[in-house]
């Protein structure tokens, strides 16, 4: 009995300690997924063309000056960083934390960004100036044109449906801004101009592929926040219980979705076996 006790004053301590740091190893240690999507729309003259994802960071900061996530993509050489939505957290709304993550990412590449649901609010306004400030191209229901190569890619954002009235619906307000969206940069060589979109929202996969883009960037999901060995996401905004779109690569048609579990946390405050996740597209000719 004595020894019994005496290997609980011992063993509970340490099984204590080997969860917490699981737990915050789950929460703060990011992880890379690569994905390689080729393209016979990738313009001539470039060979490979590497897109950096980020997503809903929630104002979470990863080392001093976001110093640990600001090495992870720099290593990956990107030559383009999206940023799919909320960068900050309504909740917990800290703008200087974020901006100083993508004050980062514009010293390494171009960056854009479209906004998620915990954008929506009187911030918005002051967090938008600040972003274009830093030189970021926020992506609000508009397209450009990248020269690349012999030729020009097409980028376009949409806000997230967070933003339409309820009557609107979510699918018929978002067929209106991604027409808005494509307005700019309509020709009639469109059909053979790669186009990627920037969307918050991975569960309206069924409308990016009526309108035929070819790449499109999503978050939201979380990865499900807990994922369950086999299954996937638990549960996710939008799509409720074990989610079809909590993370990874979707294809439909001639339409390719990436969706990432994102770097932070929102309502529940901890990730289970769902790593903050840092993404690298790389397109190729084939």
């Known amino acids: 009995m004595r020894m019994t006790k005496k290997r609980l004053l011992w063993i509970l301590p340490l099984a204590i300690l080997v969860v917490a740091a699981f737990l915050y190893y789950e929460n703060n240690a990011i992880g890379i997924t690569k994905y390689e999507i080729s393209s016979a729309k990738l313009p001539e003259g470039v060979s490979s063309y590497r897109i950096v994802h980020l997503t809903d960071l929630h104002s979470k900061s990863f080392g001093k000056e976001q110093s640990t996530i600001t090495s992870k993509v720099k290593q990956l050489k990107p030559d383009l960083i999206v940023m799919t939505g909320d960068l900050v957290d309504s909740r917990r709304y800290n703008a200087e934390t974020s901006l100083t993550l993508m004050r980062k990412m514009t010293e390494l590449a171009p960056v854009y960004y479209v906004t998620g649901n915990h954008e929506y609010g009187p911030r918005l306004t002051a967090l938008q100036k600040a972003?274009?400030?830093?030189?970021?191209?926020?992506?609000?229901?508009?397209?450009?044109?990248?020269?690349?190569?012999?030729?020009?890619?097409?980028?376009?954002?949409?806000?997230?449906?967070?933003?339409?009235l309820k009557a609107d619906g979510d699918v018929a307000k978002l067929n209106e801004n991604m027409a808005a969206a494509m307005q700019a940069t309509e020709s009639e060589n469109n059909s053979d101009t790669l186009t990627i979109l920037l969307s918050h929202r991975p569960e309206l996969f069924s409308v990016y592929t009526q309108h035929k883009?070819?790449?499109?960037?999503?978050?939201?999901?979380?990865?499900?926040?807990?994922?369950?060995?086999?299954?996937?996401?638990?549960?996710?905004?939008?799509?409720?219980?074990?989610p079809k779109y909590d993370g990874g690569k979707y294809v439909e048609g001639g339409t390719t979705m990436i969706v990432s579990r994102g770097l932070g946390n929102s309502i529940f405050p901890q990730r289970i076996f769902n790593r903050p996740e840092v993404v690298l597209v790389e397109l190729t000719r084939p």
Not at 143 to 162: C, F, Q, T, W, Y
Not at 213 to 242: E, Y
């Open 131 to 164: 972003l274009k400030e830093l030189g970021v191209h926020v992506m609000r229901n508009k397209s450009e044109m990248i020269k690349l190569g012999n030729g020009e890619i097409r980028m376009a954002g949409v806000d997230d449906p967070v933003f339409n």
């Open 213 to 242: 883009i070819d790449l499109t960037f999503s978050g939201h999901a979380h990865g499900g926040q807990v994922r369950l060995p086999f299954l996937g996401g638990l549960v996710a905004p939008g799509q409720g219980f074990l």
